[in-house]
């Protein structure tokens, strides 16, 4: 009988916050990783990576704009993402940002396990966006002022 409230237990939502927090924080992180080496990549990289994302939108005017931007996405947006500050907004731009490379991997015609991540984030931060940054982030902070 334990086990099974163990398993059914409805949490406080203390418990629900902390783990709003934690996962957060953790897709924060995850997400500056991997927007970091496209930082660093610079010009070059930033063509190479802009014409890639727009190539399935069919967009070819400056390239370099559009891979910083991209880069910029992850990468800052990671670090937002980690403090929760403007999650909805960064989310929605995440949000954008896996569209295009969901699209861009199904265009190349790769495997559902390679885009199938790109396309779980989508939902992911689709969740941040309704929910925001919860009680514990610099939103909450801000919006409590």
Do not use: V
């Given at each position: 009988m334990n086990f099974l409230k163990l398993l059914f237990f409805q949490p406080t939502d203390y418990q629900i916050q902390i783990t709003l927090t934690f996962l957060r924080i953790i897709l924060g992180?995850?997400?500056i990783g991997h927007g970091l080496p496209?930082?660093?990549?610079?010009?070059?990289?930033?063509?190479?990576?802009g014409t890639a994302i727009m190539f399935p939108l069919n967009v070819k005017f400056v390239p370099t704009m559009w891979g910083f931007l991209g880069?910029?996405?992850?990468f800052f947006g990671g670090?937002?993402?980690?403090l929760g500050l403007f999650t909805r907004i960064e989310c929605f731009c995440l949000i954008i940002?896996?569209?295009?490379?969901?699209a861009?991997?199904?265009?190349?015609?790769?495997?559902?396990?390679?885009y199938s991540f790109p396309l779980t984030l989508i939902f992911v931060y689709l969740a941040f966006l309704i929910i925001g940054g919860g009680n514990?982030?610099?939103?909450?902070?801000?919006?409590?002022?």
């Open positions: 992180i995850l997400t496209k930082i660093k990549d610079g010009k070059n990289g930033w063509k190479n990576l880069a910029a996405t992850e670090i937002l993402l980690a940002m896996m569209s295009i490379a969901t861009w991997h199904i265009q190349k015609r790769d495997a559902f396990m390679i514990y982030s610099l939103d909450s902070y801000f919006n409590n002022m």
